[in-house]
């Protein structure tokens, strides 16, 4: 019986062959023929022309992909802390008893995260535009400004508006897992420390936050991965462009742009080697950062 | 305090901490509210603006529905199809949630139940290659989109789908968890084919977990954006995220097409979620807490 089981095991190579396949043909393949046309030059006629590594040197000197990053970083921090804070604060208050209609607000705080990301750009480009928005019109009405203004010249504004679309996009995701991470706390332990006397904010600080750590360490790393490669939303919102100023070109729309608009497919795949090296830093960096910090914490 | 010891001998206990309470969740409450008025109120305007003209959208600040709602739909119908590219949608996302599912419950049957060589390491490679961001194969996909003549096709969006790495290890979880050995050897010792086995009794098992994985496979791949943008290249093809992208390059200036688009883009997730949102909520959480 025994050796008739062990005799079937290669039967498991038939199993994952299919999945391997097809990863081999559309996953690996396009990152390994990525890599080889990121020393190439090629614009998409005749064959890719071997130049080493003058495609990352040209990267390290590109003013457009430093700005890129740097509109990427921005929009992403101003709105992955609320992100955090703000659904976490929630989750908390929904997870105590006395609150009615949780279900009704986890819904609606959820919500805005399975819209499609191209919709909620093009929805925000309609309601801050400069003549018609009615934005404008509202505080027009209320009597906050005379004339309307024109926020879609405005660089940081612009970026803080993208801010805007993924905190209103993902803090209500933030929210169901923090969710899911209190409701894996047992109830004892909260109360044995309530029966000790300690106050709700000590139960908090000193019981809750502590064993959600895992789950803040996996949203951090999470929302970096999901950050950096941000695209939907800022393209969306200024129609391809990247304006004003191209101060929401984020780093995957210049790629997109290099790659699919001036056909410079070689510079195009350096752009995303170089984006990748990026958020394999970063997440690195937020990893042992958030698993030191645990340990000092635990230490106390 | 007459009223107040009338009701249980109980309260005179609970009472002050109880009252004391109340004005902070009545702060509580109104946080909750405003915080639910601002996730609501862009999609209410979306859906009021789309029943206007040009030009009410730019005299003023509306609240209430207008009259227009036919001539926009008329106007937009001219140039962009919605109810094809909701088509299109549903095709591309059915067709790829079908495959996600039923090639990653293979491949984790395989890794689950299989002993073979290299079962670890080849799973720690399914697992690994979920950290590495699409857009870093991006131009290569398009390569390879056009060496098998499938760029400009459904194919292009919905073949890849069958290698979805996380769905592998979504499943592996759960057989692990639910399946034991004792039912695939019993079927063997009945005679019945290893992939007989999978499909009539392993499959119908794993529904529960197919089902949550289903509704994250469908809803990627409704909204997916980028995909379909680098590989599709007609306009009969796009999928909804597409054509709302096109309502902005037709209607620049025609405010109340562009709301009236976004809003039929919008519907459809609106009445799915108002039927399955505690599912769909459900699987978020468990996907989370696996993950």
Not at chain 2, 22 to 42: G, T
Not at chain 2, 127 to 133: E, N, Y
Not at chain 2, 139 to 144: E, H, K, L, P, Y
Request: hydrophobic share 50%; net charge positive; glycine share 8%.
């Amino acid at each position: 019986m025994f050796s008739k089981t062990l005799r079937k095991d290669h039967y498991g190579y038939l199993f994952i062959a299919p999945f391997f396949i097809i990863f081999v043909i559309f996953g690996l393949y396009p990152i390994v023929y990525s890599f080889y046309l990121s020393l190439c030059n090629w614009d998409g006629f005749g064959n890719p022309v071997i130049i080493g590594f003058e495609n990352y040197q040209r990267l390290l000197g590109d003013y457009m992909f430093y700005k890129s990053l740097f509109n990427t970083l921005f929009i992403w921090g101003i709105s992955v802390i609320p992100q955090l804070t703000v659904s976490l604060i929630i989750a908390v208050i929904l997870h105590e008893k006395f609150i009615k209609g949780k279900s009704i607000f986890r819904a609606v705080f959820f919500f805005p995260n399975i819209v499609t990301a191209a919709s909620l750009g093009l929805l925000v480009a309609l309601i801050f535009s400069w003549q018609t928005g009615s934005f404008n019109n509202l505080l027009m009405s209320l009597g906050f400004i005379h004339d309307p203004v024109n926020w879609p010249s405005r660089p940081y504004f612009m970026r803080l508006l993208v801010s805007g679309i993924l905190f209103w996009q993902y803090f209500g995701y933030s929210m169901i897992i923090y969710i899911a991470g209190l409701q894996g706390i047992s109830r004892d332990i909260l109360e044995a420390a309530e029966i000790d006397g300690a106050s709700k904010t000590q139960v908090f600080f000193r019981i809750t936050l502590p064993l959600l750590r895992p789950i803040m360490i996996f949203q951090v790393v999470t929302s970096i991965i999901g950050g950096m490669q941000i695209f939907d939303q800022p393209y969306t919102l200024t129609n391809g462009t990247g304006d004003p100023n191209n101060s929401t070109l984020t780093t995957v729309m210049y790629l997109y742009k290099i790659a699919f608009t001036r056909y410079q497919y070689g510079y195009g795949s350096a752009v995303a080697f170089g984006l990748f090296i990026i958020i394999v830093i970063f997440s690195i960096i937020s990893f042992v950062l958030m698993n030191r910090r645990s340990k000092s914490a635990t230490s106390l | 305090m007459a009223n107040n010891t009338s009701v249980t001998p109980l309260t005179e206990k609970t009472l002050t901490p109880r009252s004391r309470v109340k004005w902070s969740h009545v702060i509580i409450y109104v946080l909750l509210i405003v915080l639910a008025i601002i996730c609501v109120v862009p999609f209410y305007i979306m859906i009021i603006y789309g029943t206007h003209t040009n030009a009410e959208i730019a005299s003023k600040f509306i609240f209430l529905p207008g009259r227009s709602l036919v001539e926009n739909y008329q106007s937009m119908m001219e140039n962009v199809n919605i109810w094809r590219g909701f088509m299109n949608s549903l095709i591309i996302s059915c067709c790829s949630t079908a495959l996600t599912l039923y090639f990653g419950a293979l491949n984790a049957y395989g890794f689950a139940k299989f002993n073979f060589k290299g079962n670890k390491i080849l799973f720690w490679f399914v697992l690994a290659t979920m950290m590495v961001p699409q857009q870093l194969g991006l131009v290569g996909t398009f390569r390879i989109m056009y060496l098998l003549h499938l760029l400009d096709t459904y194919a292009s969006l919905i073949l890849p789908a069958a290698a979805n790495a996380f769905a592998v290890f979504f499943v592996k979880q759960f057989i692990d968890g639910t399946i034991p050995n004792e039912i695939i050897e019993s079927a063997r010792v009945d005679g019945a084919g290893e992939f007989k086995t999978f499909n009539r009794i392993i499959l119908p098992m794993l529904v529960p977990a197919l089902a949550a994985l289903g509704i994250f496979s469908f809803i990627g791949s409704w909204n997916n954006f980028m995909g379909p943008l680098v590989l599709l290249f007609s306009n009969e093809k796009y999928p909804l995220p597409l054509l709302v992208q096109l309502l902005q390059g037709y209607y620049g200036t025609n405010y109340g097409v562009q709301y009236l688009g976004v809003a039929l883009s919008v519907l459809p997730i609106i009445i799915v979620f108002a039927i399955f949102s505690k599912r769909i909520i459900g699987s978020v959480a468990i996907g989370a807490v696996k993950g």
